[in-house]
């Protein structure tokens, strides 16, 4: 069975710092994975995915993302976090074959001035 | 946010009513899909539509009725809730296929009294 675990509820980063949002995933064969982002009173937004290919994979707003086989890990990161990218993350993933896109719980990254 | 666009943004209704969510998505896309998310809880698949054809009912109970009349329009009737379905309901669409992402709509606030 497919899943994913954001084993961090809250992240806690200062402006102009490097932050790291977790997700490590379970599915049976080549994984699809994406990070979404949803602000306050409004739908999820697509930062990003890893099909194939390269392991750093750019997305927007400045956003990247690790694929790490051997770790079942796509972890996201910022080089330079700003007060505006505090929202709620979330990892989500589709295994082979199936149209079902399983999401984490959710990560809240709060960016302090 | 207007490729995929959700009405109404906010609904309360009592356990007796019945309602209907609506969805429209304005990207051509094949897929779309109804998710709800409750607080603290993974967000949570309820129906897929390819091609207005059903693929996908995650065990979701018949008080839920989907209906999909085009690629471009889905909707959701409500009848007889509990106040445990209270919840964002989110609409998605997608090109279809397992690589591709999924642009959500803004969602419906819903309220079970």
């Known amino acids: 069975a497919q899943s994913v675990a954001q084993p961090e509820d809250q992240v806690n980063v200062a402006e102009g710092n490097p932050l790291t949002v977790k997700c490590t995933y379970s599915?049976?064969?080549?994984?699809?994975l994406f990070w979404y982002v949803q602000y306050p009173n409004r739908g999820l937004q697509f930062l990003l995915k890893?099909?194939?290919?390269?392991?750093l994979v750019k997305g927007s707003y400045g956003f990247e993302a690790e694929f790490n086989k051997s770790q079942t890990s796509f972890h996201l990161k910022k080089p330079s976090a700003l007060v505006s990218d505090s929202a709620l993350y979330f990892c989500?993933?589709?295994?082979?074959?199936?149209?079902?896109?399983?999401f984490g719980t959710g990560t809240r990254l709060q960016v302090f001035p | 946010e207007t490729g995929v666009t959700q009405t109404p943004r906010h609904l309360v209704m009592g356990m007796t009513n019945k309602k209907s969510l609506k969805c429209e998505q304005h990207?051509?896309?094949?897929?779309m899909y109804w998710y709800k998310q409750s607080a603290k809880k993974p967000l949570e698949l309820m129906f897929v539509?390819?091609?207005?054809?059903?693929?996908e009912n995650n065990s979701v109970p018949s008080r839920f009725s989907p209906e999909c009349p085009n690629s471009s329009h889905l909707f959701l009737h409500l009848h007889t809730l509990q106040p445990e379905d209270s919840a964002l309901y989110l609409c998605?669409?997608?090109?279809?296929?397992?690589?591709?992402?999924?642009?959500f709509g803004p969602g419906t606030r819903l309220t079970v009294t």
């Open positions: 998605a669409s997608s090109q279809g296929g397992q690589t591709y992402e999924q642009y």
């Open positions: 599915v049976s064969g080549n994984p699809y």
């Open positions: 890893y099909i194939t290919g390269d392991n």
């Open positions: 989500a993933v589709r295994g082979y074959n199936t149209d079902k896109l399983i």
């Open positions: 990207l051509g896309h094949n897929a």
């Open positions: 539509y390819n091609f207005k054809e059903q693929t």
